[in-house]
């Protein structure tokens, strides 16, 4: 059973930058894609980003190119979501999520097989 963990959320000002991380264990294949996602209140749960397992392929969503960056370290089976120039919208729970097919990078949520329990990320103004 693959498990997701991910931390390093919290409340931050307008401007900030946080980063969150997503630890991995349990047995998965040798290939798969990592990705985020986040769910505002009243909302429902939006693709972010998502990298390839071997960090050759990286896709984000419009709303955050150029502020937000996501990578991994093989090492430690982690997946990392580096969040600069934050603004109030950015607010939401945190989501890491595994897709078992890594023939392409999908942004629905329902292609994801396995998800982290998420984490708040909270930008005041």
């Known amino acids: 059973q693959v498990q997701l963990v991910e931390s390093g959320g919290g409340l931050v000002q307008a401007g900030d930058s946080l980063r969150l991380s997503c630890a991995t264990s349990?047995?998965?294949?040798?290939?798969?894609?990592m990705g985020w996602f986040r769910q505002a209140p009243g909302k429902e749960r939006e693709f972010v980003a998502a990298?390839?397992?071997?960090?050759?392929?990286?896709r984000y969503a419009d709303s955050v190119k150029g502020r937000f960056t996501i990578s991994r370290d093989g090492a430690k089976n982690t997946v990392y979501l580096q969040m600069n120039s934050l603004k109030p919208e950015d607010t939401a729970v945190y989501y890491c999520?595994?897709?078992?097919?890594?023939?392409?990078?999908?942004?629905?949520?329902?292609?994801?097989?396995?998800w982290g329990q998420g984490t708040q990320v909270t930008v005041s103004s």
């Open positions: 349990g047995r998965t294949s040798s290939r798969y894609i």
């Open positions: 999520a595994l897709d078992t097919r890594w023939t392409a990078i999908h942004t629905m949520e329902y292609e994801y097989d396995y």
């Open positions: 990298i390839y397992w071997n960090g050759g392929r990286t």
